[in-house]
């Protein structure tokens, strides 16, 4: 996007001001919250028109950019002032790093001539999470700006760019160009690698392909479900991925949020493809996911050493695109008759495939409150199918990706699962609201995530067009109580005193109600069919008593997810 900007001549152009031009150039929309730091950049950009979401805390300036990029496929990118700014944003920094985003951040820091009592080593910490921080000056603020969003983009990463303080309004000089960022390694599988894994696809009886969010990077879809055609298998995504493949054969998301009835299948295959997942905890359902399967075959073009996985027996680096159009021509299709499709036809039905909680369909816990599977496996006919779904990170994340569908990859938003963190819910939301007004936003949270990132309830409501903030409201640290006070830990610290969350959202602006019946969801009902723009608060109670399936795998695996 470019945006014309007038309240400055390139004569007095400094680098805010070029870093900011840069941004317009490279980005849609700017996420942050103004400070000293970032005043100038912000200004620029303001008074020219450019889209700015402005944020109440700075954890959701990056988690707004982070939820921007999930949505849109687009580099995000946020800004804060220095020193308190950013280690607010912080976490949410750390969550885009280890969830692979390529956002910017850009940053006030730290004169020049050194620190002051109230700065930190911004470059020090960003570094402690691995992220790339470069500075922009004088003599290099266009060409750096560029690079940031180049190495974005390349290494798949937030990266961060600071300007010292005594730059930011400093004018600018002649400008250095920087040497061009080294091409990015192509990854080539040889022939004897191909054979050998085209060998083991060609030998399963029961196969299954599991396709992470890489296979939708690298826009490798189409060989991937050629591919699998012709074995014969079923598929299986990440919860990154979801819908990456078009097929009745497809299972749906892998691991800890699987249905029992696709679980219970997924767990025959004898041979597994995994292309472009990390096969993490979630993924691989704390490793029972694939006990039972002889072969696991993991195609990416990371370094070994990087994917190692104790149940992989097989790995392949390579581009993706390029190994699996390898592997079509070594794999002839199978005899309809001999797939493991025909011994499981009931895969492809409408029955197999449906929302119905066959978990566990009881209206309420033993608690008397609402039983969360119930309640959104409900919301799957109640919400507009063109939505956004997006999560905060918390116990109550077990349900939606089970019963919630969506039209595609990018309108499934998980932030804070990668670094296990809670509290970034508001923003990412608003983030997706800001990247697809078109569609209805579908918040879902918990009332620990949704309490510690209040402050960004009313961005949300700006940010928003038409939404739904669903809080699946335990009054608990649900993950917590059920980990730790089943072991007989002390509860006192897990427990949330009841909040009303449909009653601040009514404070800030929006609709909405409390419920402890399904038949209440009526009102949500009648809301969404007349009206087209606003948002609903959905406080559900939902019961103490009820473990999401996630966090009993983990629990029973005797790991903390």
């Given at each position: ?13 400094s ?12 980005t ?14 912000v200004?620029?950009?303001t ?34 002032t ?6 607010n ?9 280890l969830?692979?985003i ?19 080593d ?38 961060v760019?600071?300007?010292p ?8 000089t002649?400008?250095?160009?920087l ?9 080539a ?5 191909l ?17 992470g ?33 078009d ?13 029992d009835?696709?679980?219970e299948?997924?767990q ?19 490793g ?13 073009n ?20 390029p190994?699996?159009?390898?592997l ?34 009881a209206?309420?816990?033993?608690d ?26 918390g116990?109550?994340i ?15 938003i ?40 209040l ?8 940010a ?8 699946l ?21 897990m ?6 969350f ?11 109600t409390?419920i ?17 723009e ?21 629990i ?6």
């Amino acid at each position: 996007m470019s945006t014309t900007v007038n309240a400055d001549s390139a004569a007095a152009a400094s680098v805010s001001t070029a870093v900011a031009d840069v941004i317009a150039e490279r980005t849609d929309h700017l996420f942050g919250l103004l400070g000293n730091g970032n005043a100038h950049l912000v200004s620029h950009l303001t008074s020219a028109g450019f889209p700015f979401t402005s944020a109440r805390h700075e954890a959701a300036t990056v988690a707004m950019a982070d939820a921007y990029h999930r949505a849109t496929g687009k580099v995000g990118a946020a800004t804060t002032t220095y020193g308190a700014g950013f280690t607010n944003a912080y976490t949410a920094l750390a969550e885009a790093r280890l969830a692979r985003i390529p956002l910017v951040l850009v940053t006030g820091d730290a004169p020049t001539t050194g620190r002051r009592a109230f700065d930190v080593d911004q470059t020090a910490a960003s570094a402690a999470v691995g992220v790339t921080t470069l500075v922009a000056g004088p003599e290099n603020a266009v060409a750096m700006t560029h690079r940031a969003f180049d190495l974005a983009l390349q290494t798949v990463q937030p990266v961060v760019l600071a300007i010292p303080h005594d730059y930011a309004t400093a004018t600018l000089t002649e400008q250095v160009e920087l040497e061009p960022l080294p091409e990015k390694t192509a990854w080539a599988a040889g022939a004897a690698e191909l054979d050998e894994v085209a060998g083991l696809l060609r030998s399963a009886k029961r196969p299954l392909v599991l396709a992470g969010r890489g296979v939708l990077l690298a826009g490798a879809q189409t060989p991937l479900l050629e591919l699998g055609d012709r074995l014969g298998a079923l598929f299986m995504t990440s919860v990154m991925a979801t819908n990456i493949v078009d097929s009745p054969w497809n299972l749906g998301i892998a691991g800890g949020f699987t249905r029992d009835h696709r679980l219970e299948l997924a767990q025959q295959a004898d041979v597994v493809l995994v292309v472009g997942a990390s096969l993490n905890a979630f993924q691989s359902r704390y490793g029972t996911l694939l006990a039972s399967a002889t072969t696991v075959i993991r195609i990416d073009n990371e370094p070994e050493s990087e994917m190692a996985h104790a149940q992989v027996t097989d790995y392949l680096r390579a581009d993706l695109g390029p190994a699996l159009q390898a592997l079509i021509e070594r794999v002839p299709a199978v005899e309809d008759s001999s797939a493991w499709r025909s011994q499981v036809p009931d895969v492809a039905t409408e029955s197999f495939r449906s929302a119905s909680p066959v978990e566990n369909p009881a209206e309420f816990g033993l608690d008397g409150r609402l039983n969360p599977r119930a309640v959104v496996a409900a919301l799957e006919d109640i919400l507009p199918k063109e939505r956004s779904l997006v999560m905060d990170g918390g116990h109550f994340i077990g349900w939606a990706p089970m019963y919630l569908s969506v039209p595609d990859p990018q309108a499934m938003i998980l932030v804070g699962t990668a670094f296990q963190s809670i509290g970034l819910g508001f923003g990412s939301a608003a983030g997706v609201s800001a990247a697809r007004p078109d569609r209805t936003t579908v918040f879902v949270t918990g009332d620990g995530g949704g309490l510690m990132g209040l402050a960004d309830f009313e961005t949300f409501l700006r940010a928003t067009r038409r939404g739904v903030i669903v809080v699946l409201n335990d009054s608990a640290y649900g993950a917590e109580l059920h980990q730790y006070a089943s072991k007989g830990l002390d509860p006192t610290a897990m427990l949330i005193d009841e909040v009303d969350f449909a009653a601040v959202g009514r404070a800030l602006g929006a609709e909405g109600t409390k419920i402890s019946t399904l038949a209440e969801l009526d009102v949500l009902v009648e809301w969404l069919d007349t009206h087209d723009e606003g948002v609903f608060v959905l406080d559900v109670s939902i019961s103490q008593k009820i473990v999401a399936e996630f966090m009993s795998a983990s629990i029973n695996a005797g790991k903390k997810f």
